[in-house]
């Protein structure tokens, strides 16, 4: 059966109270459910704390991240720490991780646990 995503929104999540991100796939297989944790994970990354109005505590701690810029353990562990808060996901293993202060570009790739598998996420590439 093939995925096919049609929208990736935000709402409110009826079980939690709290906004969460919504992908809408036509196979809600194990396959469906590791690329609803993989688009978590990416707007997650790809989003700074304070970038989007209704969620200010949201994604990355972009001033954090940029005063710990030439420390990698410290941004692995960073990074880490917002996958973990993606509903789902048990564990990650860092593969590779870069941060170019200069330009504010991360780009990595991570092994992602989840009740579902496990997935390889990569970002910046």
């Known amino acids: 059966m093939a995925t096919q995503m049609t929208a990736i929104t935000w709402a409110i999540n009826p ?3 709290n906004y969460d991100i919504f992908n809408s796939f036509t196979d809600s297989g194990n396959a469906g459910n ?3 944790i993989q ?3 990416l707007i997650t990354l790809g989003t700074f704390q304070g970038e989007w109005a209704p969620l ?5 701690p972009f001033t954090t991240i940029n005063a710990n810029s030439d420390n990698p353990d410290v941004l692995s562990q960073i990074i880490v720490n917002e996958i973990l808060t993606v509903q789902n996901v048990n564990s990650v293993s860092v ?3 870069s941060y ?3 330009t504010r570009k991360f780009s990595g790739s991570f092994n992602v646990n989840t009740v579902f598998g496990t997935t ?6």
Not at 56 to 60: H, K, T
Not at 120 to 125: D, R, S
Request: net charge negative; proline share 8%; no cysteine.
């Open 120 to 125: 390889t996420v990569q970002i910046g590439q």
């Open 34 to 36: 590791l690329e609803v």
């Open 15 to 17: 079980v939690t109270g």
């Open 100 to 102: 170019l202060p200069t």
């Open 56 to 60: 200010p505590d949201f994604g990355i």
């Open 95 to 97: 593969n590779s991780l």
């Open 39 to 41: 688009s978590k994970i």
